[in-house]
């Protein structure tokens, strides 16, 4: 089973800064992609940032010079380093994974059960 476990939300004021990860575990053959989402009440989930294998990363307009999206391929790990943080920034953000668990197979998407990031003061 492959499982997406996620850490590192929660509360911060504004300016300040937070990082994400998110460990891919479970019988994974290759992972094509990895990256963040996240949906805030009353919008649709939209792409924050992410880094597929071997191409440039993609992030959102909104969160340019401020996120940086990172992975650690030996651990099948993402992170989010998140500054300069902005209470639009408020979300709950989800960890996607594009990957095969067989060779042969097909690639397929999994999602993290989501971390709620909250910018207050």
């Known amino acids: 089973q492959v499982q997406l476990v996620e850490s590192g939300g929660g509360l911060v004021q504004p300016g300040g800064s937070l990082r994400l990860s998110c460990a891919a575990s479970?019988?994974?053959?290759?992972?094509?992609?990895m990256g963040w989402y996240r949906q805030a009440p009353g919008k649709q989930r939209e792409l924050v940032a992410t880094?597929?294998?071997?191409?440039?990363?993609v992030y959102a307009d909104s969160v340019k010079g401020r996120f940086t999206i990172s992975r650690d391929n030996a651990k099948n790990t993402v992170y989010l380093q998140m500054n300069s943080l902005k209470p639009e920034d408020t979300a709950v953000y989800y960890c996607?994974?594009?990957?095969?668990?067989?060779?042969?197979?097909?690639?397929?998407?999994?999602w993290g059960q989501g971390t709620q990031v909250t910018v207050s003061s």
């Open positions: 479970g019988i994974i053959f290759s992972i094509n992609a």
């Open positions: 996607n994974a594009v990957l095969k668990i067989q060779i042969g197979g097909p690639h397929s998407n999994y």
């Open positions: 880094m597929p294998s071997g191409v440039s990363t």
